[in-house]
């Protein structure tokens, strides 16, 4: 029986693509492979729920999807014809000697003008002529057929994931290395498809294709939200007090920014397209967090020095820094 994908994220079929995604990054975060080592069944439902956001998070995917459910996913569908055939249906052409589906056999070509690939096909009628249209039951088929897409795993660092890299695989049935390019932005549970790198035709048909399934390591420093990045970058008291320039590292280098007079520890400050970059999008921002990082001293007691210029600086803190700080 095939998947509802929105029953698998658990989102109800009108909800919008922000509420996909925050349901998607919940169930890959708590089925990730990482987090359930050796657990078959969490695999399996990683490996739903990673197809049906590909599907939903893809406006066109899903809107295939909503007309025709899973069909609509397999190599080689055709919507228009699959629109066609529902209203030659519709006209009664599936019913009556004249129509070839009480038991008898259609041609394909004859019912949509030629052009079905892989040659001439040839159906005999099962209980369901729509499934055996599209690669369904009961269809027997003739001509070369297309092998079968072969799905495989990827785990990348982070940086590749936001840079983008190019790979070589190695085919187990293969000598020769396959290289492959990861586009700029990838994300955990991405999919990138090489043609013609799955299991070879047993007809003599072409090859399936190769779908890589994409992990993405965690970074030391960086979060990721989304197209957004978010980097805490530690400050000293002076130069949150006086201000100043601090180097901040991107994926595009270095950049300097300004610690403005009296930052607070938590201050953020948005750096516009300095996040996650696509083809055709407008890359996401990077948040820099300022976090104030007080000195330390060996044996852990400030010199009298220090004591005595905090000393100075508690006179002026006047002000309760906790008002208004309650559960209310």
Excluded: C
Excluded at 41 to 46: L, N
Excluded at 259 to 269: E, H
């Amino acid at each position: 029986m095939a998947d509802d994908f929105y029953a698998v994220l658990g989102v109800p079929k009108g909800a919008d693509a922000d509420a996909i995604k925050k349901a998607y990054r919940k169930l890959a975060r708590d089925l990730h492979p990482d987090k359930n080592p050796g657990n078959a069944s969490a695999e399996g439902k990683f490996k739903t729920v990673n197809r049906a956001y590909e599907t939903l998070s893809d406006p066109e995917k899903r809107k295939l999807y909503d007309e025709f459910g899973e069909d609509a996913l397999r190599e080689g569908f055709d919507a228009e014809r699959a629109r066609a055939y529902r209203q030659w249906q519709g006209r009664g052409g599936g019913a009556g000697a004249g129509a070839g589906f009480g038991g008898g056999r259609v041609n394909l070509e004859d019912l949509f003008g030629g052009g079905m690939p892989g040659g001439s096909v040839e159906y005999e009628a099962s209980g369901d002529p729509f499934a055996d249209l599209f690669g369904g039951r009961g269809g027997r088929r003739r001509g070369p057929s297309r092998g079968r897409d072969v799905e495989q795993e990827l785990t990348i660092d982070f940086a590749s994931a936001v840079r983008g890299t190019t790979i070589q695989l190695r085919r187990p049935d293969s000598p020769e290395p396959v290289t492959v390019r990861i586009p700029p932005g990838a994300d955990e549970g991405s999919r990138v498809r090489i043609a013609g790198q799955g299991a070879r035709s047993s007809s003599g048909g072409p090859p399936g294709d190769l779908v890589l399934v994409l992990h993405v390591q965690p970074h030391p420093l960086f979060q990721r939200r989304g197209d957004d990045l978010e980097l805490d970058v530690p400050i000293t008291l002076t130069e949150a007090f006086r201000g100043g320039k601090v180097k901040v590292p991107t994926f595009d280098g270095s950049v300097t920014v300004k610690v403005p007079a009296g930052t607070q520890s938590g201050t953020v400050l948005r750096l516009r397209g300095k996040g996650v970059g696509k083809k055709g999008k407008e890359p996401g921002d990077l948040y820099v967090r300022f976090l104030i990082r007080i000195p330390t001293f060996d044996g852990g007691t400030p010199p009298a020095e220090v004591e005595r210029l905090l000393a100075e600086i508690a006179k002026h803190e006047t002000d309760d820094v906790r008002a208004g700080l309650g559960a209310d």
